[in-house]
């Protein structure tokens, strides 16, 4: 069974840092690209960040260019958020979801985690 | 981006009924449509990938199809535990790009 397991949220004040971690259990993690979607409390949802097998494809949302990173470590089956310069727009649960088979980074998330809260606020 | 938008926003239906919400791209996406059910407090689900092909699991009332900017997901006969919000999402293009949502309550 698949399972993903996040970790890392909390209340952070603006223009901090926070890193995200995601633990990957039930598949080969290294076979399939990872991605971050989050969910403004109420809200709809929106995609993040996305990262391929290898670490050799890695896209972002405009709204965290610049700001975010985006990494995974195939050999401790995780994947990681470096969030930097945290606004209080970004305050939402954040979830990653593992891609399905696909030779890109698009396509359909068929497994996501239970997500991890992130609140930025003074 | 590719803009995504669904219809309705809401809707109230009864157990048995019959469910259709819409789903439009901006642009043509091909099949590059997926669908997902959301409960309360939960991760979504994926349901429905390729606009037509059902996720392993996933009941057979769920259904969906369309290509280029229009689709359709259909429920064919609601069931309690269906009541939940739903969405599709695209990935012809990035940035991936999900719709606002279809919130499914009982009438």
């Known amino acids: 069974e698949v399972q993903l397991e996040e970790s890392g949220g909390g209340l952070v004040q603006p223009g901090r840092s926070l890193r995200l971690s995601c633990t990957a259990s039930?598949?080969?993690?290294?076979?399939?690209?990872m991605h971050w979607v989050r969910q403004a409390p109420g809200k709809g949802l929106e995609w993040v960040s996305g990262?391929?097998?290898?670490?050799?494809?890695?896209a972002y949302a405009d709204s965290v260019r610049g700001r975010f990173t985006i990494s995974r470590d195939n050999a401790k089956n995780s994947l990681y958020l470096q969030m930097n310069s945290l606004r209080p727009e970004d305050t939402a649960f954040y979830f990653c979801?593992?891609?399905?088979?696909?030779?890109?980074?698009?396509?359909?998330?068929?497994?996501w985690g239970q997500g991890t809260l992130v609140i930025v606020s003074s | 981006d590719i803009q995504m938008t669904q219809s309705p926003s809401s809707l109230s239906a009864s157990v048995g009924d019959r469910v259709t919400i819409t789903c439009q791209a901006s642009?043509?996406?091909?099949?590059?449509l997926n669908w997902y059910q959301q409960k309360p407090g939960k991760a979504p689900n994926l349901l429905i990938y390729?606009?037509?092909n059902l996720q392993t699991g996933v009941p057979s009332r769920f259904s969906g199809s369309g290509s280029g900017t229009d689709f359709t997901f259909t429920i064919s006969s609601l069931q309690p535990e269906d009541f939940a919000t739903y969405y599709c999402q695209q990935y012809s293009n990035l940035p991936l790009t999900f719709g606002p949502g279809t919130k499914v309550d009982l009438k």
């Open positions: 039930g598949f080969s993690f290294d076979d399939y690209a």
């Open positions: 390729d606009a037509s």
């Open positions: 990262i391929s097998w290898n670490s050799g494809n890695i």
């Open positions: 642009q043509d996406i091909s099949d590059y």
């Open positions: 979801a593992k891609l399905g088979p696909s030779m890109v980074i698009k396509g359909e998330f068929d497994s």
